[in-house]
């Protein structure tokens, strides 16, 4: 048990890296932009315009990809997972991830909003 110890905190640094740039950069913005999802004509320059303009198209990854809890789970699964089938982990290390991890990533925000 003593094994996942370093890897269930660098999994959680990781997640939270993932989940800080998404939400406290203009990485959205970019990204949607290069895939040719978001348009020049849709004239959305900032994170709080991108959040409105993800939510107005779709009702389903506008709560997905603008809640930090919500995407945050899902980002638990994806390199929980990730680490599961590179290193030969237990199931059970994608469990206590998805389950725990957010609840760390929600803890860093309400951090953050504070300072």
């Known amino acids: 048990m003593q094994e996942y110890i370093l890897p269930y905190i660098l999994g959680v640094l990781i997640a939270q890296g993932i989940s800080t740039i998404w939400?406290?950069?203009?990485?959205p913005l970019v990204l949607f932009s290069k895939l040719r999802i978001?348009?020049?004509?849709?004239?959305?320059?900032?994170?709080?315009?991108?959040?409105?303009?993800?939510?107005?198209?779709?009702?389903?990854?506008g709560e997905l990809?603008?809640?930090?809890?919500?995407?945050?789970?899902?980002?638990?699964?994806?390199?929980s997972a990730t680490m599961y089938?590179?290193?030969?982990?237990?199931?059970?290390?994608?469990?206590?991830?998805?389950?725990?991890?957010?609840f760390l990533m929600f803890l860093f925000f309400k951090k953050l909003e504070n300072e």
Request: glycine share 2%.
């Open 23 to 27: 939400f406290f950069s203009g990485f």
């Open 38 to 61: 978001l348009k020049k004509s849709d004239e959305v320059y900032t994170q709080e315009e991108w959040e409105l303009w993800i939510a107005s198209k779709s009702d389903f990854f």
């Open 65 to 79: 990809l603008t809640c930090p809890i919500c995407l945050s789970v899902w980002i638990a699964l994806t390199v």
């Open 85 to 102: 089938y590179i290193a030969d982990y237990s199931p059970l290390f994608i469990v206590s991830a998805v389950l725990s991890w957010p």
